[in-house]
Structure formats: C-alpha cells, structure tokens
C-alpha cells in the first residue's frame, strides 16, 4: 500500500475532511487503470467518504468491481448538448465537498465552466479551480506522475510513487473457477502475447512472423505462449496459433477480468504497447513492451509493481526476436531444458 499523507491540509481548503467526493475519468481502458493509483489515494485520503466516480460504459464494469467507489455512473460523455446539461446540473445538486477531475480534458473544463459562478471545490488542470494544478510542464509528465503532482496540489502527497494496482480483481471476484489458468487448460508457466492487430502501422507493432517465432522458440524451452488481445487482435492471434499449435489463443475469449487474474500468474508477459498491456502490469506479471521512440516513449510506457522493460525502435517490426528472447531469458523466464 502507497504510504499517502494528508499535506496543508488547512492551506488547501480542508479538502481532506470531504465526505461527499466525485471522482471524474472518462478515458479508454488504459487511462482507467493509470487513474485507479489515483483513485486509491483519494481513497485512503477520504477515509469514510462517500465515492463517487463518473466514467463511461467502456470501464463501467471495472470500475463496479474496484474497491474504491461507493457509486459509479457511467454517463460521463454525453453527445447532445441537452444531455450535458442535465449532467452539469446534476453535478451541482450533488453538492460534493470534493471533486477530482482526473480526466483534465477540455469537456471537464466545461463542465466545471457550466457550474460557475460558484463551482464546488475543484482538484484538476483549470486555472480559477479551487486547487488547480496548472504546472507547465505537466504535459510532459507521465501520466501517473501528472495525478501526483495534481493530487499533492489539492493537499494530498505521496512518499513513493503512483502504481496501478489490480491484485484486488481476484479476490473481489471470489477466486470464481473461471479466473484460473487451469478453466482455459493452461498447465504450468505460460508467458502472455499481447500483439497488436495486423492493420496497424509496421512502425507501431511487432510483427505477426516474430511473435510466431517467439511461440515456438517460448514451447521449446517448456514454457506456453497464451495469447490474449480484443477484435482487432482476432488475426494475428489465430495466426500464432495455427504455425504453433502448443500455443494458447485467448484473443476475445479472455474477458478484462480474466487477463488481470492471467497476468497475477504468469511467469511473463510479452507485446505491443495496447491498452491490455496496462490491464497485465498493473496485475502484477513482469512485462517487455515495444514502445516507438518516436512517440514519447516515457510517458506511454505502461507501469506496474513488477517492473516493465520497454524495448524501443523507430519502426517496432524491426526488433529481432533474438533481442526479445535474450530479455526473457535475463529475466529468468526460460529455466528449463529444450523439450522440442
């Protein structure tokens, strides 16, 4: 557990004696998971606190299942400008003590607009909100390090840095029998393939031959290669698949509750930087990730209590499966003599 503590508490506005708290995320699946370390903060700085988190249908099952709400909406993107009215206004009647918009995109900033001219205290990147975090460099920050550097501004500050965290999915879901290696006939170790579907860019993803190789070259050595990913991934999976049938394909069958209770227990895990990626490091499974170097590679890489190596190239597809299979071999996934 972070060791949080509660920082000029009196200086910020007392914030930390809130019992009415909204916590605002709106993102996709990765920015979610990087917004539950912040959540659990808030969490352990509002002891007793109402919690309330507003999202959207995309993590609204995650975010039922997390430990740190008391209530989630999952209304947060309305298109019509009627609709999003209605949700400004009901942020109002609310009367949170406390909201903290961990989503700082230019829609939370008109929501917190649409409630002057007496907005409720306020924790986000909007100069004239109640604890603004408005640092100039904040977009050069990683993201987790961005919603501590924001937390600390509305009082609350950390001893160690923000880590996502999804241990608590195994034992929130009762250890249920679907959760185990054992429901998808894995046996033994297994290291997780997270590819990238075959429509994107070469520059952006490691190609399907590699991941075929890095199957067979993982089977030889007594380890399983368990492949797991969304829609877009359903090609390249059956691919690695049919050249390495020891291989597990897990590609749409896997749910995210699932991969997460994978990952707690897989030896590794290898793939492409996907939002799933983020799901399997905050899980806990030791992670390689290709990253571009022409993207901001420290600021996307994916973060999580066992550590991460990221692997970077200007074009991904050119990384050698060697390279990658000498990582795994560091890390000490591959202990066991050829078998095949």
Not at 67 to 78: H, I, Q, T
Not at 204 to 232: I, N
Request: contains cysteine.
């Amino acid at each position: 557990m972070i060791p949080w503590r509660k920082a000029d508490s009196a200086q910020k506005g007392g914030n930390s004696a809130a019992k009415h708290v909204l916590v605002i995320q709106l993102g996709g699946l990765a920015e979610f998971v990087r917004a539950l370390a912040a959540a659990k903060a808030i969490r352990e700085a509002h002891v007793g606190a109402h919690i309330t988190l507003l999202t959207t249908e995309t993590t609204s099952a995650l975010a039922e299942k997390a430990p740190y709400f008391d209530k989630v909406e999952a209304d947060g993107k309305p298109k019509e400008p009627q609709a999003i009215t209605k949700l400004i206004a009901r942020i109002r009647a609310a009367k949170y003590d406390m909201i903290y918009d961990l989503e700082g995109s230019s829609r939370t900033n008109n929501y917190f607009q649409g409630m002057r001219p007496w907005p409720p205290k306020w924790s986000g990147p909007i100069a004239g909100a109640s604890h603004a975090y408005t640092a100039s460099n904040r977009a050069d920050l990683h993201p987790l390090d961005r919603y501590a550097a924001q937390l600390a501004a509305a009082g609350l500050a950390a001893n160690d840095a923000l880590t996502p965290d999804l241990s608590w999915v195994r034992s929130v879901l009762r250890d249920a029998p679907r959760l185990s290696p054992d429901f998808f006939g894995i046996r033994g170790r297994y290291v997780l393939l997270l590819p990238r579907g075959s429509d994107a860019e070469p520059s952006r993803r490691w190609s399907e031959g590699k991941y075929v190789e890095l199957a067979k070259r993982l089977v030889c050595h007594g380890v399983t290669p368990v492949v797991v990913g969304g829609p877009e991934e359903r090609q390249v999976g059956a691919a690695i698949a049919k050249e390495e049938v020891r291989a597990k394909n897990l590609v749409t069958r896997a749910d995210v509750f699932q991969v997460a209770t994978l990952a707690d227990r897989a030896a590794f895990a290898v793939g492409d930087d996907v939002e799933l990626m983020h799901v399997v490091a905050a899980a806990g499974a030791p992670c390689l990730v290709f990253l571009s170097s022409l993207a901001n590679p420290e600021r996307a890489a994916p973060r999580g209590r066992n550590g991460v190596i990221a692997l970077t190239a200007a074009v991904i597809a050119d990384l050698p499966v060697e390279q990658v299979e000498r990582q795994v071999r560091n890390c000490g996934v591959i202990q066991h003599a050829a078998t095949a």
